[in-house]
């Protein structure tokens, strides 16, 4: 995936895949390419934000944990966000999560929202 000229590339695994939260959170709806990151697992936490919980339908979201083991592995999708789009990303995000740069299995560097 090319991520064009001031495009950000996002590694979704959750519920910034779910039609309803693009459309709140981007606007729109986004694609995406099938992906996979290495090193890490899926675990599941609460959210504590009630506007995030209505609009995902799921009082618990899943949350990445580094584990450093190449055997761990998360499957998602990548999508290509303006920088304006990342920023709503980063709003809807909850304060469990952070993000950063990862090299995923297809050798793109994207950003991913992991737990603290």
Known sequence: MNSG????????????????????????????EDDVLHGYRLEWTDIDDDRVAQLSGLASHPILRRTDDDRDRVFGRVLALTPEELDAAD???????????????????????VGH
């Open 91 to 113: 709003e809807y995000e909850v304060s469990l999560y952070r993000r950063v740069s990862v090299v995923l299995a297809s050798g793109i560097r994207a950003w991913v929202y």
């Open 5 to 32: 000229s001031g495009a950000e590339l996002l590694f979704t695994y959750g519920t910034l895949q779910l039609p309803e939260v693009q459309l709140d959170t981007f606007g729109r709806l986004l694609a995406g």
